[in-house]
C-alpha cells in the first residue's frame, strides 16, 4: 500500500501544473497613456508600489504581460486611497471620475501572438478583446457588474469598493468574473491597465496600489 501511495503522489507531481506567483513590479516597464493634452495624472513608479496624484485630470499607466503569464487566472493586491473623487454614476459616459479602474486585457492566444508589440489602442480594438475592469468608485455595492459606457459589450466593469478612502487588501479569480461577466473561459491576460479619473468633477485624487501579484 505505502508504495502504490507514493506512486501515485509521484504521478500527480508530475502530471500536475505548477502554479507560481509572479509579483508584478512598477518600473519604467509601465507606459502611460494620455487622454487629453492638458490633462494627465502624475504616477510615481517603485518597484512595488506605484503612486497616483490626479488633480482635475484623467491619464492610464498600462503594462504589456510576458508570454509566460498569460495562462494566469487570479490576482491579489493592496490599494490604499487617501483622497477620494465623490460617487457618481459609472454606468454613463461623462461625469463617471473614480479613484482606480485597474484593467485586465484578455485575448485569444493566437491573437495575442499577432498583436505582441502593438500600441495599446489597437489592444483594445483587437476582434476578440475582452476587458474586466475591477473599479474603486461610484455607489453601485460591491460585486456589481456591468457595461462599460466606453466599450460596452467588450468591457465590463466590476465594482470591488465604492467612492471613499481606505486601505484595502484584494483578491480576484478572473476566470470567474469572466464567465459571470462574459460567459466561457477568458483566452490569454495580456496587459493591464490602471486609470484615476478626477477630471470631470474637478477634484483630486490620492491614491497607490501595491504588492500586484498573479497566479
Not at 459616459?93 to 502593438?118: C, H, T
Request: proline share 2%; glycine share 8%; hydrophobic share 40%.
Amino acid at each position: 500500500m505505502k508504495k502504490l501511495l507514493s506512486l501515485a503522489l509521484a504521478a500527480s507531481l508530475i502530471t500536475a501544473p505548477a502554479v507560481m506567483a509572479e509579483q508584478i513590479s512598477f518600473n519604467n516597464s509601465w507606459k502611460e497613456q494620455k487622454f487629453s493634452l492638458f490633462s494627465k495624472n502624475k504616477y510615481s513608479f517603485g518597484g512595488g508600489t506605484l503612486g497616483i496624484q490626479s488633480d482635475a485630470s484623467v491619464s492610464m499607466t498600462y503594462l504589456r504581460l510576458p508570454e509566460n503569464a498569460w495562462s494566469s487566472t487570479k490576482a491579489a493586491w493592496r490599494w490604499r486611497v487617501d483622497q477620494s473623487v465623490p460617487a457618481t454614476d459609472l454606468h454613463k459616459k461623462g461625469g463617471d471620475d473614480r479613484n482606480f479602474s485597474f484593467y485586465m486585457i484578455f485575448m485569444s492566444k493566437d491573437e495575442a501572438l499577432q498583436f505582441k508589440g502593438k500600441s495599446l489602442r489597437r489592444l483594445f480594438k483587437a476582434k476578440t478583446a475582452r476587458i474586466l475592469v475591477y473599479t474603486w468608485g461610484g455607489a453601485h455595492g460591491r460585486g456589481k457588474v456591468f457595461d462599460s459606457p466606453y466599450s460596452s459589450g467588450v468591457g465590463k466593469t466590476v465594482i470591488l469598493r465604492d467612492a471613499g478612502t481606505g486601505n484595502h487588501r484584494e483578491s480576484v479569480d478572473f476566470v470567474s468574473d469572466y464567465k459571470r461577466a462574459f460567459g466561457g473561459t477568458p483566452g490569454a491576460v495580456v496587459g493591464f491597465a490602471i486609470t484615476a479619473d478626477s477630471d470631470d468633477t474637478d477634484t483630486a485624487i490620492r491614491a497607490q496600489m501595491s504588492n500586484l501579484v498573479l497566479n
